[in-house]
């Protein structure tokens, strides 16, 4: 939330009005738990099998498996643009692409690296917001991928910041009544809701793994760019068309 608009000539990332006095920043993306379920659709067939058989989750399953790979992944780096994406690129034709494959990797090393792209893109949005609003002083994680105590850790040493759980994963939902109670009357602003937000824990970030990370987003941010110019050929194959 912001006191005024804060925007640029870049246009990365959303900022529109609230109230009279209050702007909100932040940036969409396209491609977060649709990841885990495509590495799930294409990669795990035995593990949905276990799972109707006993009862569990096919997506711990996979997740089993990429605890045992070091961040990083062994070098293979994973650009989540399976649907396309939104900030902070704005476009279409973007496409996933696994870099770095070789005979050593395996299954988990895609999962990991995998769980790994979905949260680079998180940090791009976020170096978009912070270009903009400065750094943050606290991060929070809600939604289907905060169940995932390994993508919570993933998030805490990308970013270099603790991460911290709300005891309910669907946060939109309870902003959303807020937001009805604060037009209501029934409480006194928006920020009061902080004191109504029940906490289950605190993800501490890894330095090590920090570091590793940061070295690879330099590789990671230059890729877009680089695969760019093709995308839009790729996007005009698989709609059946050729590029002029």
Not at 32 to 42: A, E, T
Not at 53 to 78: I, Q, R
Request: charged share 15%; aromatic share 12%.
């Amino acid at each position: 939330m912001a006191s005024k608009p804060e925007t640029d000539e870049l246009q990365e990332i959303f900022c529109y009005g609230v109230t009279e006095n209050l702007w909100i920043m932040g940036g969409p993306t396209n491609n977060g738990g649709i990841v885990f379920q495509w590495l799930k659709d294409v990669l795990g067939e035995k593990e949905v099998e276990q799972a109707l058989a006993n009862g569990t989750s096919a997506y711990d399953l996979l997740t089993n498996h990429a605890k045992g790979v070091k961040p990083g992944a062994e070098g293979l780096l994973f650009l989540p643009f399976l649907n396309g994406e939104r900030a902070p690129y704005w476009d279409a034709n973007a496409r996933g692409s696994f870099i770095g494959l070789t005979l050593s990797h395996k299954k988990e090393h895609m999962i990991r690296a995998g769980l790994e792209g979905v949260i680079f893109s998180m940090y791009s949005i976020g170096q978009a917001l912070e270009r903009l609003a400065g750094e943050p002083t606290q991060i929070f994680a809600s939604g289907g991928f905060a169940r995932s105590p390994l993508w919570l850790q993933i998030v805490a040493d990308m970013f270099g910041q603790d991460v911290h759980v709300p005891v309910s994963h669907q946060s939109s939902a309870w902003g959303a009544a807020w937001f009805g109670l604060y037009a209501l009357g029934e409480v006194p602003s928006l920020s009061a809701i902080k004191e109504h937000i029940p906490m289950s824990s605190t993800i501490v970030p890894n330095a090590n793994h920090h570091a590793l990370y940061q070295e690879l987003y330099q590789t990671y941010s230059e890729l877009y760019f680089s695969l760019k110019p093709h995308f839009q050929t790729l996007a005009a194959f698989q709609r059946g068309s050729s590029v002029k």
